[in-house]
């Protein structure tokens, strides 16, 4: 769905773009409004790790805590880039009923 407004909006091909995320500081009850590009995501966690907020990254998870939250995540559209970040980390995510 992020994909298919960015085409509408600026007129792109859908299976030249993909999904950029960005780990926001806050959290849910800090977010009042939408997102002015993309989509806020909440209610996620991390199995076996957790997310450090004043390094920005993924730490070792604490002893005896299995699940951490995750803080809100930024989800927008653009260009593919053949070009790999070596500041990425490509992770599955995993929808759990």
Same mark, same amino acid.
């Given at each position: 769905?992020?994909? !298919?407004?960015?085409?509408?909006? !600026?007129?792109?091909?859908?299976?030249?773009?993909?999904?950029? +995320?960005?780990?926001?500081?806050?959290?849910?009850? %800090?977010?009042?409004?939408?997102s002015?590009?993309g989509?806020y995501?909440?209610? =996620?966690?991390?199995?076996g790790?957790?997310?450090?907020?004043t %390094?920005? %990254?993924?730490?070792? %998870?604490?002893?005896?805590? =299995?699940? +951490?939250? =995750?803080?809100?995540?930024?989800c927008?559209?653009g =260009?593919? +880039?053949?070009?790999a970040?070596?500041? +990425?980390?490509l992770?599955?995510?995993?929808?759990?009923?």
């Open positions: 769905a992020i994909k !298919q407004i960015c085409c509408q909006s !600026q007129g792109l091909e859908l299976d030249k773009l993909q999904v950029f +995320t960005d780990v926001t500081k806050k959290d849910a009850k %800090s977010v009042d409004s939408e002015k590009e989509a995501v909440t209610g =996620m966690f991390l199995e790790a957790r997310w450090d907020s %390094s920005n %990254s993924l730490e070792d %998870s604490r002893p005896k805590e =299995m699940f +951490t939250p =995750m803080p809100v995540i930024t927008k559209a =260009m593919q +880039t053949d070009k970040d070596k500041n +990425t980390y992770c599955p995510t995993y929808c759990v009923p």
